[in-house]
């Protein structure tokens, strides 16, 4: 299953295809490759065909560059990637809104609290993830 779901991600379509560099996948924060494999892990375990969300994938991308008349820059590839993603599963009844809208509030918090963390005291830092 897993080639499967390889060969449907290199054969995307060029304009939702995901960002590579030298054939590699990019990714520019971990959160970013967190949901890259979320959605394929939710699409082999059969939550939903690949197909859905590419062709979700590219009425977000569609969506926002027509909102603006070209490429949203605020708006990166997996932002729309997540923002699909969170489509997909709220109409899959994977999670509800309020489930949804609790764990951003509680992820926000912690991204709050995340700081240097090169100086000096005694408190240790633990993270529920």
Do not use: C
């Not at 060029?14 to 590579?20: F, G, H, N, T, V």
């Not at 009425?59 to 990166?76: F, N, W």
């Amino acid at each position: 299953m897993a080639e499967a779901i390889d060969q449907q991600i290199a054969s995307m379509d060029d304009s939702i295809a995901l960002p590579r560099k030298n054939g590699e996948l990019i990714f520019e924060a971990p959160w970013e490759a967190r949901a890259f494999g979320l959605a394929v892990a939710l699409n082999e375990q059969g939550t939903y065909p690949w197909r859905d969300f590419s062709e979700a994938l590219a009425r977000e991308i569609s969506e926002a560059e027509l909102s603006t008349g070209s490429p949203d820059e605020s708006s990166t590839y997996y932002k729309r990637w997540l923002a699909t993603l969170e489509e997909v599963v709220l109409a899959a009844g994977l999670v509800t809104h309020a489930e949804l809208d609790a764990e951003v509030t509680k992820q926000a918090k912690h991204d709050a609290h995340t700081h240097n963390h090169s100086h000096d005291h005694e408190y240790h830092h633990h993270h529920d993830i």
